[in-house]
Antibody, heavy 120, light 107 residues
Framework: EVQLLESGGGLVQPGGSLRLSCAAS????????VTWVRQAPGKGLEWVSG????????HYADSVKGRFTISRDNSKNTLYLQMSSLRAEDTAVYYC?????????????WGQGTLVTVSS | DIQMTQSPSSLSASVGDRVTITCRAS??????LAWFQQQPGKAPKSLIY???SLQSGVPSRFSGSGSGTDFTLTISSLQPEDFGTYYC?????????FGGGTKVEIK
């Protein structure tokens, strides 16, 4: 059974940093691209960042480019999102999602999400 | 960026009704279109990919169609557990983008 478990969310002050993790199981992690999607309170879904199965290709939304860094450790079956220079508008539930393929494609499995609150 | 526009933004229908949600892309995306369902307080669930292919385990009352810029999600016979918000998403090019969502309420 495919499982994705996010962790690392919490309350952080504006300008601060936070690292999210997503532990994957039930599939060969290195064979699939994975991604982060967020949802601000009461709002819709927003794609944040994605990384290929090998980790050699990454993509970012303009809203987070230069502030967030996506990475993965295939030996630990774990996806990361390093977030810095956080702003109030980054407040959201952050979901990790597995993609259908090694590079492109859409998502087939989602984690339950972790809440990030940016506030003083 | 490719803009995704869904309509309606909300609807209310009875059990057994046929429900149709439309999604329009601001430029052609071939069939690189997915649909997701999200119930309150839960993570999204993947329903359809490649415009018309059902994800594993998704009931056959869900179907998708379309290509290019215009797409449709149809629920052939609405069930009580189908409430929630439905989102379309294009994966033709980065940044990946979602529609604004369609909230489905059961009468």
């Amino acid at each position: 059974e495919v499982q994705l478990l996010e962790s690392g969310g919490g309350l952080v002050q504006p300008g601060g940093s936070l690292r999210l993790s997503c532990a994957a199981s039930g599939f060969t992690f290195s064979n699939y691209a994975v991604t982060w999607v967020r949802q601000a309170p009461g709002k819709g879904l927003e794609w944040v960042s994605g990384i290929s199965g090998s980790g050699g290709s990454t993509h970012y939304a303009d809203s987070v480019k230069g502030r967030f860094t996506i990475s993965r450790d295939n030996s630990k079956n774990t996806l990361y999102l390093q977030m810095s220079s956080l702003r109030a508008e980054d407040t959201a539930v952050y979901y990790c999602a597995k993609k259908i393929g090694a590079n492109g494609g859409t998502f087939d499995y989602w984690g339950q999400g972790t809440l990030v609150t940016v506030s003083s | 960026d490719i803009q995704m526009t869904q309509s309606p933004s909300s609807l209310s229908a009875s059990v057994g009704d046929r429900v149709t949600i439309t999604c329009r892309a601001s430029q052609g995306i071939s069939n690189y279109l997915a649909w997701f369902q999200q119930q309150p307080g839960k993570a999204p669930k993947s329903l359809i990919y490649a415009a018309s292919s059902l994800q594993s385990g998704v009931p056959s009352r869900f179907s998708g169609s379309g290509s290019g810029t215009d797409f449709t999600l149809t629920i052939s016979s609405l069930q009580p557990e189908d409430f929630g918000t439905y989102y379309c998403q294009q994966y033709n090019s980065f940044p990946l983008t979602f529609g604004g969502g369609t909230k489905v309420e059961i009468k």
